[in-house]
């Protein structure tokens, strides 16, 4: 059967969103937007003190051995990549927080997915890093032991 | 006036109500609840062993703070926040993968109030943490020039 002849009644049986999750909603956008904007901010500065400081802790500890080269080469990409994904999902996140407002002021359907979108990215970003962070520190504590 | 108010309350309620909960959107909140739910275990796992090497293994969670009670207060509130955080987060995966499931409108929307938590949370989290690296920067530049007089 055809979806597009079915009968405009069957919109009474989808789901809405109601006027209560709708405001929940719009704060928890608010509190999206601020934890974006401040998730960028502080991987800016972040960014910057280890710019600022790298100099000081190589004269501080040293030159490395040719053997150490590589394994810090590694690290410096893991977590370069790890910061990096951090900042992808904290500038995503803040698409969310704009396309979804803006959604609900126009009432656009599709604008609406594409914040929902957003949002699943955001999150899978952050599964990938917490899966990581897990594994970092799983292998940690078996090193120590 | 008050008419003007109460159109502009019965505008709102018009616009949420115009936002459906469609098949797209059905599919996103799907992979959200999962991923979700995916990020809130990692989470409370990581708290939970960050716990044990707190209260048995050699951790420094807090010794930046000198050790002793500050150390200590520091290190419970910084576990117990996130796992806080991260259980809002396993309440909005529930709650929105059941009322998918179920075609509920009214567990999604409680969905997003969990949701709403676990940003607000969040949120207040960082504020004290930005207080704390405030007042500890001012903290460090006071006794550094005390070490120089």
Same mark, same amino acid.
């Given at each position: 059967?055809?979806n597009?002849?079915?009968?405009?009644?069957?919109?009474?049986?989808?789901?809405?969103?109601?006027?209560?999750?709708?405001?929940t909603?719009?704060?928890a956008?608010?509190w999206?937007?601020?934890?974006s904007?401040?998730?960028?901010?502080?991987?800016?500065?972040?960014?910057?003190?280890?710019?600022?400081?790298?100099?000081?802790?190589?004269?501080g500890?040293?030159?490395l051995?040719?053997?150490?080269?590589?394994i810090?080469?590694?690290?410096?990409?893991?977590?370069?990549?790890?910061?990096g994904?951090?900042?992808?999902a904290?500038?995503?996140?803040?698409?969310?927080?704009?396309?979804?407002k803006?959604?609900?002021?126009?009432?656009?359907?599709?604008?609406?997915?594409?914040g929902?979108?957003?949002?699943?990215?955001?999150?899978?970003?952050l599964?990938?890093?917490?899966?990581?962070?897990?594994?970092?520190?799983i292998?940690?504590?078996?090193y120590?032991? | 006036?008050e008419?003007q108010?109460?159109?502009?309350?019965?505008?709102?309620?018009?616009?949420?109500?115009?936002i459906?909960?469609?098949?797209?959107?059905?599919?996103?909140?799907?992979?959200?609840a999962?991923?979700?739910? /995916?990020? =809130? !275990?990692? &989470?409370?796992l990581g708290?939970?062993?960050? %716990? @044990?090497?707190?209260?048995?293994?050699? +951790? *420094?969670?807090?010794?930046?703070?000198?050790?002793?009670i500050?150390?200590?207060?520091?290190? /419970?509130? =910084? !576990?117990? &926040?996130?796992?806080?955080?991260n259980?809002? %987060? @396993?309440?909005f995966?529930?709650?929105? +993968? *059941?009322?998918?499931?179920?075609?509920?409108?009214?567990?999604?929307?409680?969905g997003?109030n969990?949701?709403?938590l676990?940003f607000r949370t969040?949120?207040i989290?960082?504020?004290?943490?930005?207080?704390?690296?405030?007042?500890?920067?001012?903290?460090?530049?006071?006794?550094?020039?005390r070490?120089?007089y």
């Amino acid at each position: 059967m055809d979806n597009t002849t079915a009968p405009p009644n069957t919109e009474l049986l989808e789901m809405h969103l109601d006027y209560d999750g709708g405001n929940t909603l719009q704060e928890a956008l608010r509190w999206s937007k601020f934890l974006s904007i401040v998730g960028i901010a502080g991987m800016g500065f972040l960014l910057l003190a280890i710019l600022i400081s790298t100099p000081f802790v190589l004269l501080g500890y040293g030159q490395l051995t040719p053997d150490s080269e590589g394994i810090v080469g590694v690290l410096l990409i893991a977590l370069a990549l790890y910061f990096g994904a951090l900042v992808a999902a904290a500038i995503v996140l803040l698409r969310f927080s704009r396309v979804t407002k803006r959604a609900m002021d126009y009432q656009d359907q599709l604008m609406f997915n594409n914040g929902l979108k957003s949002l699943k990215v955001t999150f899978m970003i952050l599964g990938f890093t917490s899966c990581f962070s897990l594994a970092a520190l799983i292998f940690t504590l078996i090193y120590q032991l | 006036m008050e008419s003007q108010e109460q159109g502009e309350s019965v505008t709102d309620l018009d616009n949420f109500f115009h936002i459906s909960l469609d098949g797209a959107s059905r599919d996103h909140l799907k992979q959200i609840a999962l991923w979700a739910r /995916i990020c =809130s !275990i990692t &989470g409370l796992l990581g708290y939970v062993i960050q %716990l @044990y090497e707190w209260l048995f293994g050699h +951790s *420094r969670l807090g010794a930046s703070f000198g050790g002793g009670i500050l150390g200590s207060i520091f290190g /419970i509130s =910084s !576990i117990g &926040g996130g796992a806080v955080v991260n259980y809002f %987060l @396993y309440r909005f995966a529930v709650s929105v +993968s *059941r009322g998918v499931q179920n075609t509920d409108a009214d567990r999604v929307n409680s969905g997003f109030n969990s949701l709403r938590l676990y940003f607000r949370t969040a949120g207040i989290l960082v504020i004290i943490i930005i207080c704390l690296v405030f007042l500890g920067v001012i903290g460090y530049m006071l006794t550094d020039r005390r070490v120089d007089y």
